[in-house]
């Protein structure tokens, strides 16, 4: 995770602290000390984003510049075998490459500068040209690993529905796809002995992450044409079978569950859960639905619709090596959260430094000593493939 997208996430959570502090009327020195830590961080973000930009200005500068190394300099050849003898990367009397020689040779390429075809013609225009020759590799970075591997899995679960139509909450389908086991959906911070705080910042952080990677990938495969998908509104009926909800089946559900939350004298959904009203709230919302139309509902949740056909899962499905894959997807989610909450400790730590003598509770729970090993054992007893 880089520094930018560091401080956005840390400014997500404490504008969802923020909410929650004020729903429960926490005393006003904690509000104005978490309002003061958004603030900051907003600044921060802010400075990193100027540094990021003068940077990659000053790379450009540098990069465009003839390079005695390998040839190229930026500017227009006349076709692709000139510009790959210009990069040294093939011989003058060499044939004009085709086939696989053409796409080991624009992989060399790309290690060497940013070009591309001119619209019209056989010219290739070079923009960039790199100080040094980057390393040559297989295709698949970090990020496309995660929408290769979890794409395979999506499609082995697209292929047990008999219909090629799968409804499925974030949860479900990190645990399919391997983010996390089959603990992470269940698990309370009493039954693992852990901080109350903690375990909430960890379930928010990974859920947030989570949904990342699940929404990249989806968006690659609807990119591919293999996947229509939506985020919306899914209705649970009697026998357990899934469906989406139309308009009119949303807004019947919406004004029941608004209802009831009143009812109960909540706020917001946050306050029905953190005083465990949940199981009433749902009780009488199915009640009220039920009453309004809606006879076969048990319940609902927000999550992915994702159709197929059979013909692509049959087409997508000899790339399956599904054990393996999921193994590797969890190896790099881990990697990923590692991080991630290192980052989180040592900011919250600097942070304590910086406003010691006010307010030090609230960012107590993540730059204290106890925070690391709770994590772990939290990314070991929840994440980790056993």
Known sequence: MNKIE?????????EELLRELENENAPIDAIELVKESIRSNKILLENCILREEETKALEVAEDS?????????????????????????????AKTPKGDTRKALIKQMDSLCSWRKAEKGNAIIVDEVYQFEKDIEDGRSKKSIYIDSAEALIIHNLKKSTNSVTFVTVGNLGEYVGLFNDKYQYADHDTL????????????????????????????????????SAYTRIIVCKGGELRGANVEEKKIILDAEGKIMKNLGCLNFTQVKNRKLLGLFNEKVKEEVNSNGIEEFESSFKGYEIVSTKKLVAEAEKQLATLDKKQELNGLFIDKLNSTFEQKHVHSK?????????????????????YKPTVNKLIDELIKLK
Do not use: H
């Not at 930026?74 to 093939?90: D, E, M, R, S, T």
């Not at 375990?199 to 699940?214: C, D, M, P, V």
């Not at 942070?351 to 730059?367: C, D, M, R, S």
């Open 6 to 14: 560091f401080f956005k996430d840390i400014i997500e959570e404490y």
């Open 350 to 370: 600097n942070k304590q430094l910086e406003t010691k003598g006010f307010g030090e509770v609230i960012l107590e729970y993540e730059g204290s000593e106890e």
């Open 65 to 93: 510049a003839p390079k005695e190394d390998s040839g190229l300099t930026v500017g227009v050849y006349k076709n692709f075998k000139a510009f790959c003898i210009a990069g040294g990367k093939l011989e003058v009397d």
């Open 193 to 228: 002995k852990v901080d109350f705080t903690i375990f909430n910042s960890f379930k928010r952080t990974t859920n947030a992450e989570a949904k990342r990677i699940l929404d990249r990938c989806l968006k690659a495969m609807e990119n591919r044409k293999l996947i229509d």
